[in-house]
């Protein structure tokens, strides 16, 4: 995770949700884009794999190399390093698999599919947190 946080006044200023949200999320990715740069460059560079998550301005770092993890740590843009952990979701309910097989989707696409609602729902929330934290 790294130092640097989105200044997120002018979501605070936003009288609807809507646009709460979108100032929100836009200051989000704006400070997570420009604070990453730098530590992206050295993943880059030192041919290490990465995913970048601007909602809390953080990368996961697909390395076992400790010398690198300890680099990192000692960068003065890091906050701290966490190592990952890992979620079971609950079973999804498929209401209607039928009609998707009929179109075509795969499970692979519906877990898909769910998870990429679920990741939008959690963005929802963390923005609305965010703000509402911020008031």
């Keep these: 995770m790294l130092k640097q946080r989105a200044d997120l006044t002018a979501a ?16 989000l990715r704006i400070e997570a884009d420009s604070s990453q740069r730098s530590l992206r460059s050295v993943l ?62 795969d499970s692979q696409q519906r877990r898909t599919v769910v998870l990429e609602a679920c990741l939008m729902k959690a963005v929802a929330v963390a923005t609305a947190v965010l703000v509402n934290s911020e008031a």
């Design 12 to 27: 605070k200023s936003e009288r609807s949700h809507a646009a709460k949200a979108k100032a929100a999320y836009e200051a």
């Design 44 to 105: 880059d560079r030192e041919e290490v794999g990465y995913r970048p998550f601007w909602i809390a301005n953080a990368l996961l770092i697909a390395t076992d190399d400790r010398a690198l993890v300890e680099e990192l740590a000692a960068r003065p843009d890091v906050a701290r390093i966490v190592k990952e952990q890992q979620y079971r979701l609950d079973a999804v309910e498929a209401t209607s698999s039928g009609s998707q097989a009929a179109a075509g989707v």
